[in-house]
């Protein structure tokens, strides 16, 4: 390691004791190692449990979620205005949907199965979650307002889940057990096989564009994110390291893609990565287990409400 490298080390590593310390709190975060688009959602157990947070473009994490119950897997709504999540608070998982604040959290699936990892559709008029209320785990869609939940792969075998909405809303990905990644229309009708998926493959994320998949595969034995193309051209690998990578989450530029990388036992970072496998970033640098991130909406704007002078 250089010696500007090695000052640069010794500057973060002071700076993450400082913030550790003081509570990180709005704005006053150290910076990032490199510059982000928009804000990043992600759960993290730093609380002592697992809560909901925000980090910001300047560094800063504000805690969003304050329960004693598991909170996690956050998912922004198309305008940025709310973030839906999953939560045991009340007794068993049911998907939240609460202010991009923290406030106002509502249970919206209320059902003694487990309802999980909800996805917004980019219209904001649905959300994808997984449940396994008919026995097996299956990808359902409700309204936004948590009304007319219906099951789209009742018909398949085996358990599906980790829906992901296609950027135009017209197709639905989500994962299926023994058989790889699937790709549906948003109805749940014409599902078919994803090009060069295999058996094992999960978390599906589209990419802004809708033109290629990033997700988590094991073919190479350890979990790492891998992307192609919805022909199934320019397959590849982007993380090679013996770190359990997973749960890929596309900027809405495009510019990056963002994932959850379990360092060590107890510690995940929510990691960067360019869509060509460049930049590799740990974004977290935490002791916590950091993970599931989700990026803050491009389209949305800071508004004069909130009193906040993030970037959005
Ligand atoms: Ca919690
Ligand atoms: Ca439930
Ligand atoms: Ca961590």
């Known amino acids: 390691m250089g010696r500007a490298a090695a000052l640069k080390q010794v500057r973060l590593a002071v700076l993450a004791a400082l ?67 999953y939560s045991d608070r009340d007794g068993n998982t049911e998907v939240y949907v609460m202010r991009s604040d923290g406030a106002n959290p509502q249970n919206l699936t209320n059902h003694a199965a487990d309802d999980a990892h909800p996805d917004w559709s980019a219209d904001g008029t649905k ?32 358990d599906q889940g980790f829906a992901a909405w296609s950027p135009d809303g017209t197709r639905i990905a989500f994962h299926s057990r023994d058989e790889g990644i699937y790709i549906a229309n948003a109805d749940g009708s014409d599902p078919r096989l994803l090009a060069q998926t295999v058996p094992g493959d999960a978390q599906p994320a589209w990419s802004p564009d809708g033109d290629r998949i990033a997700f988590l595969s094991e073919r190479r034995g350890v979990a790492d994110i891998w992307v192609v193309k919805l022909d199934g051209s320019d397959l590849r690998a982007l993380t090679r390291d013996p770190a359990q990578d997973g749960v890929p989450a596309w900027s809405a530029d495009g510019s990056w893609i963002a994932y959850s990388s379990m360092q060590r036992v107890n510690n995940a970072e929510v990691m960067l990565i360019r869509p060509d496998g460049s ?21 949305y704007r800071v508004s004069a409400k909130e009193g906040r002078s993030h970037a959005p």
């Open 127 to 158: 959300i994808a979650f997984h449940s396994d209320r008919d026995i097996t785990w299956d990808i359902w869609v409700m309204n936004a307002d948590g009304s007319e939940p219906v099951n789209l792969t009742g018909d398949m075998p085996g």
């Open 19 to 85: 913030c550790f310390g003081l509570g990180c709190g709005d704005g006053t975060g150290p910076g990032l190692p490199v510059e982000i688009p928009t804000a990043i959602a992600f759960d993290s157990d730093r609380s002592g449990n697992r809560d909901v947070f925000v980090l910001w473009p300047d560094g800063g994490v504000t805690q969003l979620t304050d329960d004693p119950g598991f909170d996690g897997s956050p998912d922004w709504s198309p305008d940025g205005e709310r973030l839906a999540f």
């Open 279 to 299: 930049e590799q970033t740990n974004l977290t640098r935490h002791d916590a287990f950091d993970a599931w991130p989700d990026w803050r909406p491009s389209v």
